[in-house]
């Protein structure tokens, strides 16, 4: 699967719109870039994932730019519930097998 | 989704004893599970990929001597720390796959003294 990089941590006010890049030049043409996250003594807890196209559900919006080397989370109006590891990852569907690599993450922090 | 309990949650035990984690799949049917550990501040590692009816497959580096895992239905798989030692308290998280999504276990949060 391809590497992903993303920054070690964000700050975030409460309310606002937090916007968490990554970047994933090598990623392959048959890869989702998937995300999820990690409350402190948790699982991961999925949040989206897309090919292409711009997706949107209950929890965030994915951007993923035209190119597909990178692309951008975004939770709309961030709650102190919100703070978490935000983790991006690249994975071929249609496999049971194939598991998520996780790397680094971002630690979000929503503030008051 | 499918949902993922592990049991117990939190666990604290003597050194050089054993202790076994149990993953369960309430809702699918899972030929493949995998164990992940994660130390504080750390991501999470994959372990092993445990497979129902077979032998589990351990990435490199971790001993299936000391970690042994059993996956003798489509919906429970275990793992043992056998021999615990303080080194080995960490956060273990199970997890299965889907055909889009891979679904994770609450974890168990393994304290060896």
């Known amino acids: 699967d391809a590497k992903t990089t993303q920054p070690t941590s964000m700050d975030c006010a409460e309310g606002r719109a937090a916007n968490l890049p990554c970047n994933h030049s090598t990623i392959s043409g048959n890869e989702y870039v998937y995300w999820y996250r990690q409350i402190h003594s948790q699982g991961p807890q999925y949040i989206i994932h897309?090919?292409?196209n711009n997706e949107t559900n209950e929890m965030a919006s994915l951007i993923i730019t035209e190119d597909r080397k990178s692309s951008t989370l975004i939770l709309p109006h961030a709650t102190l519930r919100d703070t978490a590891v935000y983790y991006c990852?690249?994975?071929?569907?249609?496999?049971?097998?194939?598991?998520?690599?996780f790397g680094g993450g971002t630690r979000l922090m929503v503030k008051p | 989704g499918a949902v993922v309990s592990q049991h117990p949650s939190r666990v604290i035990c003597k050194s050089g004893t054993s202790v076994k984690i149990e993953c369960r799949s309430l809702?699918?049917?899972?030929?493949?599970m995998f164990w992940y550990r994660q130390f504080p501040k750390q991501s999470l590692m994959l372990m092993a990929t445990?497979?129902?009816?077979?032998?589990?497959?351990?990435e490199q580096g971790v001993e299936k001597d000391k970690f042994l895992i059993n996956h003798a239905s489509l919906t429970l798989s275990t793992l043992t720390v056998t021999s615990a030692h303080p080194e080995d308290s960490s956060f273990y998280i199970c997890s299965l796959v889907g055909y889009n999504e891979q679904f994770f276990g609450p974890g168990t949060r393994l304290t060896v003294l």
């Open positions: 897309g090919l292409k």
């Open positions: 809702d699918f049917q899972a030929t493949t």
């Open positions: 445990s497979n129902e009816g077979s032998k589990a497959t351990y």
């Open positions: 990852i690249v994975r071929a569907t249609g496999n049971a097998g194939n598991m998520l690599t």
